[in-house]
Nanobody
Framework: VQLQASGGGLVQAGGSLRLSCAASGRRFSTYAMGWFRQAPGKEREFVGAINWSGSYTDYADALKGRFTISRDNAKNTVYLQMNSLKPEDTGVYYC????????????????????WGQGTQVTVSS
């Protein structure tokens, strides 16, 4: 499975961006998908995740209400809609795929993911 993240860029605080993650392979619709981010000098952190069907989502507590994850299995793509962006949202955003169908707190842990995209840079100016 190959994951290609896109949609990053430079945006002013208060603005919005929508990231996309396109996946190769016929099993995309069975994967849970996650988004993580890494700011300069910081560890990678969980942003959010969505289960295989899109019926369940989970978000980092601090991001609830501003970020929304969705997926289109027909297009093998998962999206991250980011609104009301803040300078502290700056970082490289990664999408990841988990081959298992399990759901729960595990989706917040980066090591459970089997495949990772290359990341897309998001910069929020103040």
């Amino acid at each position: 499975v190959q994951l290609q993240a896109s949609g990053g860029g430079l945006v002013q605080a208060g603005g919005s961006l929508r990231l996309s993650c396109a996946a190769s392979g016929r099993r995309f619709s069975t994967y849970a998908m996650g988004w993580f981010r890494q700011a300069p000098g910081k560890e990678r952190e969980f942003v959010g995740a969505i289960n295989w069907s899109g019926s369940y989502t989970d978000y980092a507590d601090a991001l609830k209400g501003r970020f929304t994850i969705s997926r289109d299995n027909a297009k093998n793509t998962v999206y991250l809609q980011m609104n009301s962006l803040k300078p502290e949202d700056t970082g490289v955003y990664y999408c990841a795929a988990d081959e298992t169908t399990a759901w729960g707190a595990r989706v917040r842990i980066s090591v459970v993911y089997d495949y990772w995209g290359q990341g897309t840079q998001v910069t929020v100016s103040s």
